[in-house]
T-cell receptor, first 115, second 111 residues
Framework: GAVVSQHPSRVICKSGTSVKIECRSLDFQATTMFWYRQFPKQSLMLMATSNEGSKATYEQGVEKDKFLINHASLTLSTLTVTSAHPEDSSFYIC???????????FGDGTRLSIL | EDQVTQSPEALRLQEGESSSLNCSYTVSGLRGLFWYRQDPGKGPEFLFTLYSAGEEKEKERLKATLTKKESFLHITAPKPEDSATYLCAVQAHTGGFKTIFGAGTRLFVKA
């Protein structure tokens, strides 16, 4: 089946640090990938749609300068949380569909903790 | 506005006690409805895709059904390992790849 790998699985860093999270589709090409944020006991909140070779599309209320997305190849999208602060601590998950009408396949998430 | 509502928010069952989870949706032209399972600290794991009313899919103790307004995830004789959050999601014809998720149902199965 389709596999999406997300790295790192856990990050703990000081306030003001920038953190990069990678999302890779291992056995398929993904022109589109999605980035979600999830708070404890809540559902997935879509942050942005990552488009290969073009700018990401951000959901309302998500700061594009804070959450930089790069989708430089058909198998890799990165999310960089710039100058992270404690309120950015959360569980970040990426996903990619294998095609239209097809389900999303998710990475295992990144637990980000900002001290 | 496209929307997905899941109920109940949480469900506690005894092992072997069958039940159903509900997913109600409103969407401008359903492209597909998806069920996922999410364990704590993990990304969602895909379970089923349903495309049209009347369709049913089964996998072990789980069975998903679809009508024009809602989907059910039936759990037959659940085991403690079925404990997880179950997410329902839809794609609309007008939404491209975008998937709209419900808030999920947290299932607890006690031995």
């Amino acid at each position: 089946g389709a596999v999406v790998s997300q790295h790192p699985s856990r990050v703990i860093c000081k306030s003001g640090t920038s953190v990069k999270i990678e999302c890779r589709s291992l056995d398929f090409q993904a022109t589109t990938m999605f980035w979600y944020r999830q708070f404890p006991k809540q559902s997935l909140m879509l942050m942005a749609t990552s488009n290969e070779g073009s700018k990401a599309t951000y959901e309302q209320g998500v700061e594009k300068d804070k959450f930089l997305i790069n989708h430089a190849s058909l198998t890799l999208s990165t999310l960089t949380v710039t100058s992270a602060h404690p309120e950015d601590s959360s569980f970040y998950i990426c996903s990619a569909p294998t095609g239209l009408n097809q389900p999303q396949h998710f990475g295992d998430g990144t637990r980000l903790s900002i001290l | 506005e496209d929307q997905v509502t899941q109920s109940p928010e949480a469900l506690r069952l005894q092992e072997g006690e069958s039940s159903s989870l509900n997913c109600s949706y409103t969407v401008s032209g359903l492209r597909g409805l998806f069920w996922y399972r999410q364990d704590p600290g993990k990304g969602p794991e895909f379970l089923f895709t349903l495309y049209s009313a009347g369709e049913e899919k089964e996998k072990e103790r789980l069975k998903a059904t679809l009508t024009k307004k809602e989907s059910f995830l039936h759990i037959t004789a659940p085991k403690p390992e079925d404990s997880a959050t179950y997410l329902c999601a839809v794609q609309a014809h007008t939404g491209g790849f975008k998937t709209i998720f419900g808030a999920g149902t947290r299932l607890f199965v006690k031995a």
